[in-house]
């Protein structure tokens, strides 16, 4: 079938299509402003971000994700969320400049979310909860830096593609404590 490589690209395209349609219909519900935007925001999670999670899992072979998992695994990027809803709050309800905010804050989480869920897949069937935060913390800051290049909260840079493929592939069916050892160093080096 597929090897790592078009594996991490299949994820990466996911991604995307995932960005590029949220970050659209994100920006059409900013133009309405509140509620809209806050209604948008709680149908994402059902229409792309959990299906985005499927998809990519299925680009490893992996199984669906069980509602009971799926909650475990929200407890855990709740913050992640948090920030974005309260960000894209803040920010996108601004008449005309908000539409703005609400498309970055859209597009920047789904590819934060995107990254993920394709480690997650990436690295195995199973998913270690204790392990989510910690991935989530290090893609928020050093791949943020790294891959994304971003010098501004008001602007937003997907990833390079052959440096997404290669941090993809480096998580692929490694063990669970040979991943969390990787996230731990890179935790640790951040911490600093």
């Not at 519900?29 to 999670?53: C, E, K």
């Not at 480690?119 to 195995?124: I, P």
């Not at 501004?152 to 990833?159: E, K, L, M, R, V």
């Amino acid at each position: 079938m597929y090897n790592n490589e078009e594996k991490a690209n299949a994820a990466y395209r996911e991604i995307r299509k995932n960005a590029g349609s949220n970050q659209w219909l994100q920006g059409l519900s900013g133009v309405f402003g509140f509620p809209y935007t806050t209604i948008v925001d709680v149908g994402v999670l059902f229409t792309h971000y959990a299906p985005m999670f499927n998809n990519i899992r299925a680009i490893y072979n992996r199984s669906e994700v069980s509602i009971k998992t799926a909650g475990v695994l929200s407890k855990n990027i709740v913050h992640e969320l948090l920030y974005d809803f309260v960000t894209d709050k803040l920010m996108g309800n601004i008449p005309i400049i908000g539409v703005y905010f609400n498309v970055i804050c859209a597009k920047a989480l789904s590819w934060r979310l995107g990254i993920l869920f394709t480690m997650l897949s990436a690295r195995g069937e199973e998913i270690n909860q204790e392990t989510v935060s910690d991935v989530v913390f290090v893609i928020r800051n050093v791949y943020k830096k790294e891959l994304f290049q971003n010098k501004s909260a008001f602007s937003f840079i997907p990833p390079d593609r052959a440096e997404f493929i290669e941090m993809i592939v480096s998580s692929t069916d490694v063990s669970e404590a040979e991943f969390t050892d990787k996230i731990m160093q890179a935790k640790a080096i951040l911490s600093k």
